[in-house]
């Protein structure tokens, strides 16, 4: 490109400097695609080596077949789907509600909502479970998706976004006749479709990486997800690093390709979220 | 109208249920939890289940336990939230410059992290740490000093967590940093260099001043964050070694989910709620402060 540029030392240290920071975000993920697809044994050697000598997809095969790690893998599609699904609707029918709807007391609930924001999910935790219990939900998928159906976070952004939705739209479509639910259906939720990408795509890595809830809810081996079951097969072959570094690329493969994918409404909602 | 709001109220019923059930619900009943003697006998049978007043709050502010987890957390928190931003505000001010290529590429690279699976990343970083062959002792090594056993030694394996936590977190307060000097006006800058001010003098005098709310407000939604501490111990130290990465989180599981003393549970959860209450409100203060006084 431009030489006079290229030359110029404070280009030279910036870009240099960001090369360093690439390498050590990216470095351990490319390291455990890399360790992943070596021999048994091979990762277990000074110096560590950088790539696999023959590469090799036994511990996939091994993960799979042996370990059972695609039940692990359904059963984590399965939580994370239906979170996904279930806190998308509830979440945009109440921003949107809060945003264009009038109700009595909607201005002081929502001001106690934000201010719920502060309280940190794990105080609730163990009454959650006893209810949970009560309820003959523990050990179920149900169990780890019903706390996640609706959130606070979530409804805030759809409310900062569906303030935008001209009222005259709506007022319109009123005077035409339309009832509320039709007037949501068709006309608000395609208006709001960059948020609802925003907010699926939260919801599914949320909980598609959320550990300590599904580890205190499922006891039951069978229907652990997959952090949970990463998390005990750790304890289990702590010597078998490229068994666990295929577990690990099993496990984050699908997020982060999906945010690859659709990174630019990741962003935007973390932009959106943090001006509260 | 009537039927209007009846219909505004279906809207928002569902999630005000969920999270009124779900949440707001348990959280009261947390409250009313901790003043329980709630164990393993009245999970068997609720006729054990006895009002014990203070007596959780006043056995876990005597348990040693208690207090090791809470300087662990601490520990934690100070050694990783300033390093965590400042790593978040270096990048966010290199990817700014217009020095700076392929851009795109960057911010996606130091963002990655952030969207993993954080019990798979810490298996990865646990074998990076290993003492005879990760390779965090092999640079050291490179470097003339002798092999640090990060998780194994009281000493390192705070450290050596936040070094993961810090690596796992900082791109999201990047993104956030970014935003924000994108809105500095340039004029500021221009009118700096024609003053004659460096590089330096401009961070200093116009970045820094110019990002203070964003920064404020990131360092204690980071803080918040980072006092929840417990699966970066679960799974690459088990709170070890000697109980020097119990967290007060992990002391929470441990207590609850292990013991099934879920009255003593919730009283180090509304213990650990308090505290991020009072240092959050404390910062958001000497921050207002300070910008009162920078403005004044």
Redesign the interface.
Known sequence: MNGKRSRDPVAIAVNGLLAVAALFALGPLLWMLSVSLMATGEASTYPPPLLPQAPTLQHYRDLFAQVGLGRYFVNSLVVASGVTVLSVLFNVMAGYAFAKLHFKGREPLFKALLAALVIPGQVAMMPLFLMLKGMGLVNSWAGVIVPGMAGIFGIFLVRQYARSVPDALIEAARIDGAGEARIFFQIVLPLLKPVVVTLALFGFLGSWNDFMWPLIVLTDGQLQTLPVALASLSREHVQDNELMMAGSVVTVLPVLVLFLLLQRHYMQGLLMGSVK | MKT??L??????A???A??GL??????L??L??SFTDFDLYALADLRNLRFAGLDNYGHVLQMPLFWRSLYNTLEFVVLGVPLSIA?SL??AV??Q?P???FKP??R??????V???????A??????LHT????VN?GL?ALGIGPVDWLGDPRWAMPAIVLFAV?KNF??NM??LV?ALQAIPDELYEAARMDGAGRWAQFRHITLPMLGP?LL??SVLTM?GY??L??EP??MT?GGPVQSTVSV?YL??EE??RWWN?GQ??AV??C??VL??VV?QLMLRLGRRSEEAASA
Not at chain 2, 22 to 27: E, G, H, N, S, Y
Not at chain 2, 108 to 113: N, R
Not at chain 2, 115 to 121: C, F, K, M, S
């Open positions: 209007r709001a219909a505004a109220w279906m809207f928002a569902p999630a005000l969920v999270i779900f949440f707001l619900l348990p959280v009943a947390g009313a939890l790593l270096g990048c290199l990817l410059s020095l700076a290529r590429f960057f996606t690279a130091l963002f990655a992290p969207v993993t699976t954080l019990v798979a990343v298996v990865i970083w646990r074998y990076l005879r062959y990760g390779v092999a090594g690596w791109g999201a993104i956030i935003a964003t407000m990131v918040a006092f929840q417990f699966a679960y799974v088990q989180l929470m599981y609850g989910f879920l549970a919730s959860a509304f650990l709620f991020m209450v959050t």
